[in-house]
């Protein structure tokens, strides 16, 4: 039942995908309006058959369908319930399952907030785009990644389970989610840029439109890049979170590419600059989606996150070829159209600022982009097995880092056009006081490395002229007799949020990756080691079978205090033991523990101990960013006009010389 329920379902996602693309276009051929809302209806035809098929697998993993080759091949009687869920994106067809989900949702939703526009044709023009991406993964799903083939010859009574690793922890419930909602997120901005060039409707308006779109995503993908990292910390014991793992760049390189776009885009809206620029970092971002796809579901690459060798990898690199390919051939077409009509006036201003910013992040993106795939092209070219290590990424990205944060406090504070003397004294003083002291302080205190200090001081620098942005807008709240909550509301103060956040993030990433400290111990129970002025003691181990797994955990005492049970699981169907580590965390150093070797007949284990300072300020830093994208979103201070006054809405922030216009509508 579920193998006919699931097929027709993935057959229903298609045709409608395709029958919706063909009304679309033969409505925009004969500028037929009906045609046009009648290609629009297709979308929840194409959202339907997504969450059919996706009710169809999840009954036939709930109720142990072995006839199923992907239940037969992922399932089994033995794995807890939430993991017996998560089962869907474990593995290579479920996982294109969910991202075909994803699609269709953002796609009915997008249908659904245009519904007024139906016969526009930029919105019909989005719309097709979005459709023709659906169409490639729903065909996935009917040819090479069907998550319902049956199994051939005799049903087995039960299976192996998902992956040891992705049954051991309650974060891969979220952090995949997370993940595919910032990555497939981003095909609605893509749409609208490919409609924009085809309709030649390459004004600032298709932008204003998409900038939620564009933020939520990306809120998505640093969420989803955190928990990630956050995963790797609690689940593979190595007492890291980021290995610079070809998968982990994987996601990592559309989050670049994102986040240089929601920077200069403000540029565009602002001064009409940077046109082509935009529009590339927008297909760019949509690409690597892709190439991520394809190098964590082709079986080019060995990593602890990638999926087994599958026959898609073709497919997935053509689609991601052809994208490339359209849209390149498209911003070449359209090139007198995308002239910017303004142009930098000044070398210290804000557009120049955000500009140099751009080179920053796309430097960065190249850096991380070369380092991922220069082995597989070293392979692919003459055979040769390379390996690209945290050295390389390390060395290379750290300069970018630094000139990044520099940019995160200066360009903020500079107006647009020019900046004066006088102005940018006035508005940086106190945050590089901020800066300077924090280093001395640093030093006083007895830390060293030119790398750590360099980042704690640019960090207070970056974070104080944040905090500065957010007072004047408080300040210019209380004078206006509004809220001191709308203060933090708009682009501009979001912004400032989520500045904090990457603040928090690098602070935690220089200190953990400088002073940490990590052992190992041979103890036998009662015995206690120190390490970096914390005391550990082991108290012994105790062994439990479960349904799915065997555990041996270790009792540790930290400082005299609490008991930690680090473990290892040893796994049904599994060829080793999976350890799991137990980390007390504190504000300013976490203290992670691994069981290395379980105790020999003398009772004697070995204890990994691993101290890490400020690792809790990344998950914090995550946090805020976060919530600072939510507030990025959410619409700031306006005049809202009257029906007499239909013109462009006025937003004004501190520290800007003129009230920007944000154009309600596509058309330009």
Request: glycine share 10%; proline share 6%; with cysteine.
């Amino acid at each position: 039942m579920s193998a006919v329920l699931g097929t027709a379902a993935v057959a229903l996602g298609l045709a409608a995908a395709v029958l919706g693309m063909a009304t679309l276009a033969l409505g925009l051929r004969r500028n037929n309006p009906g045609m046009l809302r009648a290609g629009q209806r297709y979308v929840w035809l194409v959202l339907g058959g997504a969450v059919l098929a996706t009710v169809a697998m999840q009954y036939a993993l709930l109720s142990h369908d072995f006839s199923l080759k992907y239940v037969a091949d992922n399932g089994s009687r033995s794995t807890p319930l939430l993991y017996t869920i998560t089962t869907m994106w474990s593995a290579l067809e479920g996982s294109i399952l969910l991202w075909a989900l994803v699609l269709a949702g953002y796609i009915a939703v997008m249908a659904r907030h245009f519904r007024s526009r139906a016969t526009d044709p930029i919105v019909a023009w989005a719309t097709i785009v979005a459709l023709g991406v659906a169409v490639f993964f729903f065909g996935l799903m009917a040819g090479p990644a069907n998550p319902f083939r049956l199994v051939a010859g005799a049903v087995p009574l039960d299976g192996p389970g998902p992956n040891p690793l992705l049954q051991n922890h309650p974060l891969v419930a979220f952090h995949p989610p997370m993940l595919y909602l910032g990555y497939v997120g981003f095909t609605i901005p893509f749409a609208f840029a490919l409609a924009a060039l085809i309709t030649g409707r390459l004004g600032e308006g298709w932008l204003v439109e998409t900038r939620r779109w564009t933020l939520f995503a990306w809120g998505f993908l640093t969420v989803g890049i955190v928990l990630g990292a956050w995963w790797s910390y609690e689940v593979l014991g190595w007492g890291g979170y980021w290995a610079w793992d070809p998968v982990e760049n994987a996601s990592f390189l559309p989050w670049l590419t994102a986040t240089a776009y929601v920077h200069s885009v403000m540029v565009q809206e602002r001064r009409a600059m940077l046109r082509v620029w935009n529009l590339s970092l927008l297909v760019a971002t949509f690409s690597l989606t892709i190439l991520g796809t394809f190098l964590t579901r082709s079986g080019v690459l060995d990593s602890v996150h990638a999926f087994t060798e599958s026959p898609i990898g073709p497919a997935i690199l053509a689609f991601f070829v052809l994208v490339v390919a359209v849209s390149l051939v498209l911003i070449g077409s359209r090139g007198d159209k995308l002239r910017s009509p303004g142009s930098i006036d000044a070398p210290v201003s804000r557009e120049a600022a955000f500009l140099a910013n751009n080179v920053a992040f796309a430097a960065f993106a190249f850096v991380v982009l070369l380092g991922t795939v220069f082995p597989l092209l070293a392979e692919a070219i003459n055979g040769d097995q390379l390996s690209v290590g945290a050295p390389y990424f390390n060395r290379m990205t750290a300069p970018i880092g630094f000139t990044l944060l520099f940019l995160m406090a200066v360009a903020p504070a500079l107006p647009w056009r020019k900046a004066s003397t006088e102005t940018l004294h006035h508005r940086l003083l106190w945050p590089a006081w901020a800066g300077t002291l924090t280093v001395v302080a640093c030093v006083a205190s007895g830390l060293r490395g030119l790398g750590p200090l360099l980042a704690f001081g640019l960090a207070a620098f970056a974070g104080a002229a944040a905090l500065r942005q957010l007072a004047l807008s408080v300040r210019a709240s209380r004078r206006a007799g509004q809220p001191v909550r709308q203060a933090l509301l708009g682009r501009s103060n979001g912004g400032m949020v989520v500045h904090l956040g990457v603040v928090l993030v690098a602070v935690g990433f220089a200190a953990s990756s400088s002073y940490g400290h990590r052992a190992q111990f041979r103890l036998a129970p009662g015995e206690s080691a120190r390490l970096a002025g914390h005391s550990v003691t082991y108290l012994g181990t105790t062994v439990e079978d479960r349904a799915n797994k065997k555990t041996t955990s270790a009792q540790v005492r930290v400082d005299g205090g609490k008991v930690y049970e680090p473990a290892l699981h040893q796994f049904q169907f599994g060829s080793q033991a999976i350890g799991s580590p137990s980390v007390r965390t504190g504000p300013f150093s976490d203290v992670y523990l691994t069981l290395i070797v379980p105790p020999d007949a003398a009772g004697v284990a070995v204890i990994g101990v691993n101290i890490q300072p400020l690792v809790a300020w990344l998950w914090a830093g995550g946090t805020v960013m976060g919530f600072g994208t939510f507030l990025a979103a959410w619409p700031g201070r306006r005049r809202r006009p009257s029906t007499s006054d239909p013109g462009p809405e006025v937003v004004t922030t501190p520290d800007d010389d003129i009230a920007r216009p944000e154009p309600a509508t596509v058309s330009s």
